[in-house]
């Protein structure tokens, strides 16, 4: 395993996305790389994400918040190409065009943990790698829990 895998695997691993039910993250995005999104000291969250020239690919491809709440995204092309940004928001979804070597911003709010995908669904781009993530990391509260019986594991 090269050190850059090493340390995408590390990562996972330290905040648990490397589990059962959650390889998905691992396999279907490990090409990419893993961001943690920064907090502000208003408690918003902020993180950049960018498609380099000629890769096709979000970088980082999965961005992960430490809690729910408020994203201030930054998304830069820096492609030949335009590509678009379809992004998840509580009740809302944004959508930004991205012609080449432009940039674009959204705040989202995303107060849940979970996953959110998010995309580029111009042309062919999401079958050719513009898929990525963003990860809330915490516990769903007690009220929003499904009430289902214990699964059996294997």
Same mark, same amino acid.
């Given at each position: 395993?090269? $050190?850059? #895998?090493?340390?995408?695997? !590390? =990562? ?5 996305? &490397?589990?059962?039910?959650? #390889? %998905?993250?691992?396999? =279907? ?7 943690? #999104?920064?907090?502000?000291? !208003?408690?918003?969250?902020?993180? %950049?994400?960018?498609?380099?020239? !000629?890769?096709?690919?979000? &970088?980082? $491809? ?7 709440? &408020?994203?201030? =995204?930054? =998304?830069?092309? &820096?492609? @030949? +190409?335009?590509?678009? #940004? *379809?992004?998840? $928001? +509580? ?16 705040? *989202? +709010? @995303? ?10 669904? %111009?042309? +062919? ?13 915490? !516990? ?5 829990? *499904? ?8």
């Amino acid at each position: 395993m090269t $050190s850059t #895998a090493q340390e995408r695997s !590390d =990562l996972m691993h330290k905040i648990g996305l &490397d589990v059962q039910n959650r #390889a %998905t993250l691992g396999r =279907l995005l490990g090409t990419g790389n893993i961001g943690q #999104a920064s907090e502000k000291s !208003d408690g918003r969250m902020q993180a %950049t994400i960018r498609i380099r020239p !000629d890769e096709l690919v979000w &970088d980082p $491809s999965i961005v992960v918040m430490p809690h729910g709440g &408020d994203l201030e =995204l930054e =998304l830069i092309n &820096d492609d @030949l +190409n335009t590509h678009c #940004a *379809l992004l998840p $928001s +509580n009740g809302d979804r944004k959508f930004i065009w991205l012609v080449n070597h432009s940039r674009g911003r959204a705040t *989202l +709010n @995303l107060d849940g943990p979970g996953y959110y995908w998010f995309s580029s669904p %111009t042309g +062919n781009d999401e079958g050719r790698g513009l898929t990525g993530t963003i990860v809330v990391l915490g !516990d769903v509260p007690p009220e929003a829990r *499904l009430d289902r019986p214990p699964q059996p594991r294997p």
